[in-house]
């Protein structure tokens, strides 16, 4: 596919965030799962279903053990390597020069640029959101034992919407687990169903609000009583899995993670698709649009 620049013009809000005085949740009017069929697709059934109604999906042993062994290797090169010297797409840890994550991997090294194109995962990505996809954000993010921090709850879309301009929730992303993810050392927690559920958070958001929210985000972060119902109708799941697993998950399902103390590191490479029908337009905020390592406006 040839370079693309969007020029997208700005789609009523169907989701108005950071502009109201009070907290609000807003009923989802989007589709979960874009595909006309679930028959003949990638995923059985049953899986598509599940997918639909919990707004995430794992699948264990998605990759080979020596595939895994080469990213982590690669992993490692690139924890080394931004240690020791500053790159705007390289994020450290709040309150510490610890590397947090690495924005853009499908960009700046061949071996990701392979994973984000790999023809089983994209499959599944173009059949769940309708349409062929592009990579909305790359990352690699480290959570090294003992010092790895949380990431707070949230929900994707709100942000993507809010700053980024994303029209309509028709993206996913995908944790692909480069170490093994256990209970304890800071896996992603879900809240199932909550993807039907938009919340609609309070506070104006701050110019060049990126630079703070990638290591700690303090606007586009649910109220504790939004989150508390949300919890109360569907739960927390926390999901575990050997290095090689997956997890695909809607853009507005509520997650978050908790910060690792154990010995034992827990790194993720995450890749978010979004339909090339789904295109950016100008940020809702009114705001200059955040760079394209955090959003791609043009896709290739």
Not at 110 to 127: D, Y
Not at 177 to 190: I, K, S, T
Not at 204 to 216: A, E, G, I, M, Y
Request: with cysteine.
């Amino acid at each position: 596919m040839r370079p693309e620049q969007f020029q997208v013009k700005q789609p009523p809000d169907k989701y108005p965030s950071r502009i109201a005085d009070k907290p609000a949740v807003i009923d989802r009017e989007d589709p979960v799962v874009y595909a006309k069929s679930h028959k003949d697709g990638p995923l059985p059934e049953e899986q598509s279903a599940f997918y639909e109604k919990n707004g995430y999906l794992f699948l264990d042993k998605f990759f080979s053990q020596d595939e895994i062994a080469q990213w982590r290797l690669e992993l490692r090169k690139l924890q080394k390597l931004y240690g020791q010297r500053d790159a705007e797409y390289v994020i450290r840890e709040p309150g510490g020069t610890d590397v947090r994550s690495i924005f853009a991997v499908h960009e700046n090294n061949e071996l990701f640029k392979q994973l984000a194109a790999n023809a089983r995962l994209t499959s599944i990505v173009n059949h769940l959101l309708g349409s062929e996809t592009y990579i909305h954000q790359s990352r690699i993010n480290f959570k090294p034992g003992f010092t790895g921090k949380e990431f707070y709850w949230h929900s994707d879309f709100e942000t993507w919407h809010v700053e980024d301009g994303m029209p309509s929730m028709r993206a996913l992303s995908c944790s692909i687990a480069l170490e093994d993810n256990f209970h304890f050392n800071g896996p992603l927690m879900v809240v199932p169903g909550s993807h039907k559920k938009f919340v609609s958070c309070v506070g104006r958001t701050p110019d060049d609000h990126f630079k703070q929210s990638l290591r700690r985000q303090e606007y586009g972060v649910p109220d504790p009583d939004s989150l508390t119902a949300l919890v109360e109708e569907g739960g927390i799941e926390t999901i575990v899995g050997g290095a090689g697993s997956i997890v695909l998950f809607d853009c507005n399902i509520m997650h978050g993670s908790n910060s690792n103390i154990t010995p034992l590191p827990r790194s993720n490479v995450f890749l978010v698709y979004n339909s090339v029908e789904n295109t950016l337009a100008e940020p809702y905020s009114g705001q200059t649009p955040r760079p394209d390592y955090i959003a791609a406006r043009s896709y290739r």
